[in-house]
């Protein structure tokens, strides 16, 4: 695995070759790619936890209709902010949609200048090659003192990795195998489809 | 008296303000729903004040500002309807600039209903004329768009809301009133249908008068009948052509993305020969259409398409339908001069349009429309046109977006629904996100750059 460098990052996105392209839109601003990452904004829209509304989240029992009784999805428009309040949780998306081929993974963490006021942004950082879509961000608040977040600033960042492989598959034909491809928004949890949970639940049964 | 008027209005008044407090609470993702709520909240507060002043005992006046509170009491319904999820912000930020850039004075509230229906609706002048009575000038230039509540985010179908603030256009920019002495029934026409009528009530007055009962004016001068069928016939006329405007303004700004989704839905939902006093036909709309559509040259520039070229040639063969062609149908001939009127008018409406609507960067541009086609194919929202030779990019605009859309949905559905193992109806939404995302994402970029 080598990381990306600027120039790297910026080939990839100008590449003519469809299955080699890394695609980032939209890029606002140029110095959003940086020396080895790029700058993600957050987006419009997030997914509250209505917490009176919660017993206990309980990953086999869950279903799509039953996630969505205890969380909803609000949209703050450019120029609106959002504000998180101490240990706040709330799930948020990127302002850019990604597509990555599939000799590449990346990793997101949030940047320093947010964790510096206490907000945590990414939990689960990885991105697979071939993933499409909106990234989700698990945005929380671990400072005193609520956090106002605007839609479009630049929230997280981005590196890319290139593994040794130097085949590159069509990413569009992996598109039914990952559970959250081709999103626009952030999306609910789906853990309800991990199948061993169930095996696990009653493995002594 | 048992009960007391005064008191039982003066409590509606003191409980819609009560809601009104409610709804304003709520999160809205734009300004205008809580523009509306206190402009509801100045109307209420204006009849509490009147009410003060009104006698226990007349009960006209009590009456009079119960009806205003019950118009109230239905728009609070529809606001509770609106959440931050169900607007098209993707759509609305771009027709708002539409209306800036024609300088338009009304803000839109954009809300769902629970009809299958788009509408318009100019409260301001609605208010206006119910408030006039009680001395009630409007507080703010309002107007308002209802859209199906389950198709808030069915981007591609509510390209028909183009149509709708093109009603606002057609107000403010008196496009139909200008030319309002262009548009004339020809008096032959107009003195056959008018003389079929008199006729017609003739022989009911020689029933009636066997019988020795009396007419009422209506029925026997035979100048008061003509004057209400003229009058009629021409506030229907109006009606239609300030449809046909709408219709031809949308396209402008929309190009096919807008007669695709109008005749989807008008086609799903009513036959193409329905009569009806507000709107015209579907048929006759698309023969508005269709004549824009020559003189844009669509033809051409969507000829690469071939499957969406046959669509739009099926909708064209319904265009050719009249009501001269078809059998039996009632007032065919009043059916017939409206037809014939509004055929003849289109050439006037279109330079009428185009003398008074600022059209630009609404060009359907093949490279641009190709480029953004093969971002959609490949799965990515067609947000920038990429040059790829000079590293360079500029950004698509929401016409690209929405008519690319449209050509990816019907032209290539083979593909598409391949690319989602057969499952015709994930590719449509998928095609529905990618574009709302672009149409957000372009909103975005579009505004920041206008900052800098």
């Given amino acids: ?205 | 008296m048992v009960i007391s008027p005064k008191e039982h209005i003066e409590d509606r008044i003191y409980r819609i303000q009560e809601e009104i407090y409610e709804l304003l609470a709520k999160e809205y993702v734009t300004i205008e729903p809580k523009n509306f709520l206190n402009s509801l909240s100045y109307y209420n507060n204006k009849m509490k004040e009147r009410l003060m002043n009104v006698e226990e005992d007349n009960i006209k006046s009590i009456r009079r500002i119960g009806r205003l509170l019950q118009i109230i009491h239905i728009n609070l319904d529809e606001v509770d309807h609106i959440k931050t999820t169900n607007v098209p912000l993707e759509l609305i930020h771009y027709l708002n600039r539409i209306l800036i850039n024609n300088n338009a004075k009304y803000s839109v509230l954009y809300r769902p209903g629970t009809e299958f229906n788009y509408s318009y609706w100019n409260y301001t002048n609605f208010m206006r004329s119910v408030g006039s009575g009680l001395g009630l000038e409007p507080d703010q230039n309002l107007s308002v768009i209802s859209y199906p509540l389950c198709e808030s985010k069915n981007v591609l179908l509510n390209c028909i809301l183009f149509h709708e603030i093109a009603h606002q256009l057609n107000e403010e920019l008196n496009i139909r009133s200008d030319i309002e002495k262009n548009i004339q029934i020809r008096s032959e026409d107009l003195d056959k249908y008018v003389d079929e009528w008199i006729s017609r009530f003739s022989e009911i007055r020689q029933i009636v008068g066997e019988r020795e009962i009396t007419l009422d004016r209506f029925f026997s001068e035979n100048e008061v009948i003509k004057s209400y069928l003229v009058e009629e016939l021409y506030e229907i006329l109006y009606s239609w052509i300030d449809e046909i405007i709408s219709d031809l303004i949308a396209f402008y700004y929309a190009g096919p993305a807008f007669l695709l989704a109008l005749a989807e839905a008008a086609y799903v939902n009513r036959s193409e020969i329905r009569f009806s006093e507000t709107h015209p036909p579907l048929f006759l709309r698309l023969k508005a259409i269709f004549r824009l559509y020559s003189k844009l040259e669509y033809s051409r520039k969507l000829k690469k398409y071939r499957t969406i070229t046959k669509l739009i040639a099926y909708y064209k063969n319904i265009s050719r339908s009249s009501y001269e062609k078809i059998g039996n149908i009632p007032d065919k001939e009043r059916n017939i001069i409206l037809e014939r009127t509004v055929i003849k008018v289109i050439p006037i409406l279109i330079s009428a349009i185009e003398n008074k609507i600022k059209l630009s960067k609404t060009t359907f541009i093949k490279s641009h429309i190709e480029s953004a086609v093969n971002s959609y194919m490949n799965l990515i929202p067609p947000v920038e046109l990429i040059n790829y030779d000079l590293k360079s990019k500029r950004i698509h605009d929401p016409f690209t977006i929405l008519n690319s859309a449209w050509i990816v949905k019907e032209n290539y559905k083979t593909k598409t629904h391949s690319m989602f193992g057969g499952n015709k109806q994930k590719a449509r939404i998928s095609i529905n996100q990618l574009t709302c995302k672009a149409l957000e994402s372009n909103d975005f970029l579009y505004r920041m750059e206008e900052k800098d």
Avoid at chain 1, 37 to 59: A, E, H, N
Avoid at chain 1, 81 to 94: A, N, R, S, Y
Avoid at chain 1, 103 to 119: C, E, F, K, N, P
Wanted: proline fraction near 5%; charge should be positive; include cysteine.
């Fill in chain 1, 1 to 205: 695995m080598t990381i990306l460098n600027k120039g790297d990052i910026i080939n990839r996105i100008y590449s003519k070759k469809e299955l080699e392209r890394l695609v980032i839109t939209p890029l606002i601003d140029d110095d959003q790619i940086g020396s080895g990452t790029v700058d993600l904004r957050l987006g419009t829209s997030f997914i509250m936890f209505k917490s009176r509304k919660i017993g206990t989240i309980d990953p086999p029992t869950e279903t799509p209709e039953k996630i969505k009784e205890y969380q909803e999805e609000v949209i703050y428009q450019h120029g609106k902010k959002f504000i998180l309040q101490p240990t706040q949780f709330v799930l948020g998306g990127t302002l850019e949609y990604l597509k990555l081929p599939s000799d590449l993974l990346a990793y997101v963490v949030g940047r320093s200048s947010w964790g510096r006021l206490g907000l945590i942004i990414e939990t689960s950082p990885i991105v697979h090659p071939c993933f499409m879509g909106v990234l989700t961000f698990e945005l929380s608040n671990l400072g005193t003192a609520p956090i106002a977040l605007y839609p479009g600033s630049r929230s997280a960042q981005i590196s890319f990795h290139k593994s040794d492989d130097k085949t590159y598959e069509d990413c569009k034909k992996k598109l039914s195998q990952s559970r959250y491809n081709l999103t626009v928004k952030p999306e609910f949890s789906k853990i309800y489809m991990d199948k061993d949970l169930k095996k696990i639940q009653n493995i002594y049964k």
